[in-house]
């Protein structure tokens, strides 16, 4: 029996003029508006005790804008996102109800859902991406009662199967509009590495990935600027927080900035995890091991780093990131115990004369190397139950984030990242999708 499994492209799309741009913006812009608005009517109902589906029909107001379908796929949306909302109080979660996409003074999360039959896009010659508008933005933009807003897809789609519900957004960070598509294809035609190597990360505070391969490939993916961004943030939020009037908690510029602050955060973690999954995977890994922290975090790690795992970092939400990514490659992920990894020296296995300063492991038996890179080879020594000879090594490669990228630092082996080839394929090098197009 053929077994079907969820798959997700993730791809930028472009207005093919500045009138299409503006179309584009004032689509997504009444789609936030409707979530706020239906939003703000189930939070009132649900803190004066009262059922949040007993709402007004948000779909006829926006109808004119949206069209019918689309301002159902957003109603539904934030059903959707009330329900996990009551499904994670009923196990025990403390969390918030759904918030805001933004609001008109300090601007909206420009973002919509397009029902699955409801868009056509094409890969090829001429990349596209056609939604549906209201009527009302067609006859403003003189789009007549047939014709939909064409966009530009650039690069190519991972996947192709059976497509579902489409999230259109504008990302603030990149200055660019993205589309995600999840697809259902058979799991036949999965991704499998060409091997059977293995892998072992290290998630950490200051380095946020350190990665060791059985080739004796390891990858260290830096974090402190980034943190340090992050860092910033949340000093202004906190400045901001304390000339709030008394009796006030936040405010429209603290909200917009905890935005942009996770905004950051995610993407900078969608791209890592894209970015080591798909070099695994050209290094045929299948299995890659990731320490559980659990324990750590509560018993031993301090305030600071608990800050920057917790907050900074997610490291839940990474670990859920990395193992959907690697399902798509058919790499499995396992969270296994790390238990003194970081204190154990990895040549002659010495945990008590062992000292740390900064990024530098010493060790009495005069081993002296990175601290990181040499946690993640000891657990993958420890998990695959090889023996990883140092001088085998091949040369770390250090990659660093620059707000779009992870980037191979200087002194790292030039090597151009397979998350480039695969993403930047933009049509503009090519046939472009032109307005005339059949």
């Avoid at 990858?219 to 939020?237: N, S």
Wanted: proline share 3%; aromatic share 10%; net charge negative.
């Amino acid at each position: 029996m053929s077994v079907v499994v969820r798959r997700t492209n993730t791809f930028a799309v472009r207005p093919l003029s500045e009138q299409d741009e503006q179309l584009l913006r004032e689509l997504l812009d009444a789609s936030a508006s409707l979530w706020n608005e239906l939003n703000y009517e189930r939070r009132q109902n649900f803190f004066d005790g009262d059922s949040v589906w007993d709402t007004a029909d948000y779909r006829k107001q926006y109808v004119g804008v949206l069209g019918s379908a689309t301002a159902q796929q957003v109603i539904r949306k934030n059903s959707e996102a009330w329900r996990s909302f009551f499904a994670a109080c009923e196990d025990g979660e403390d969390t918030a109800p759904p918030g805001y996409w933004g609001n008109e003074e300090a601007g909206r999360e420009l973002r919509t859902y397009i029902r699955n039959d409801s868009y056509t896009i094409e890969t090829g010659e001429r990349s596209r991406l056609e939604i549906p508008v209201g009527q009302d933005l067609k006859d403003e933009y003189g789009l007549g009662y047939y014709d939909r807003l064409r966009l530009e897809v650039c690069g190519a789609p991972k996947w192709d199967g059976e497509q579902g519900r489409l999230e259109l957004y504008f990302d603030e960070i990149d200055d660019t509009f993205r589309a995600i598509q999840p697809v259902t294809v058979p799991d036949s035609r999965q991704d499998s590495p060409l091997a059977s190597e293995e892998a072992a990360l290290d998630v950490g505070a200051n380095n946020l990935v350190a990665c060791t391969t059985t080739t004796g490939q390891q990858y260290l993916y830096e974090g402190r600027d980034l943190f340090a961004r992050f860092r910033e943030t949340t000093e202004e939020i906190a400045r901001l927080q304390s000339k709030l009037q008394e009796g006030r908690n936040s405010s429209q510029r603290i909200q917009s900035l905890y935005r942009k602050r996770t905004r950051r955060r995610d993407h900078a973690q969608d791209a890592l995890v894209r970015n080591l999954i798909e070099r695994l995977y050209d290094e045929g890994v299948d299995t890659v091991y990731v320490g559980d922290l659990t324990d750590v975090l509560v018993d031993y790690w301090s305030a600071e780093v608990n800050e920057k795992t917790h907050q900074f970092w997610a490291y839940r939400s990474f670990i859920d990131r990395l193992a959907t990514t690697a399902e798509e490659y058919g790499i499995t992920v396992e969270v296994r115990s790390e238990a003194y990894t970081t204190a154990e020296c990895p040549v002659c296995g010495e945990r008590e004369k062992t000292e740390r300063d900064g990024d530098v492991f010493r060790c009495s038996c005069g081993y002296e190397g990175h601290a990181d890179l040499g946690a993640s080879r000891t657990f993958l020594e420890r998990q695959a139950g090889v023996n990883l000879d140092v001088g085998s090594m091949a040369r770390p490669v250090r990659l660093t984030w620059d707000d779009h990228i992870w980037s191979e630092l200087s002194r790292s082996p030039e090597r151009a990242s397979p998350n480039e080839e695969r993403t930047n394929r933009s049509t503009r090098t090519g046939k472009l999708a032109s307005v005339g197009a059949a």
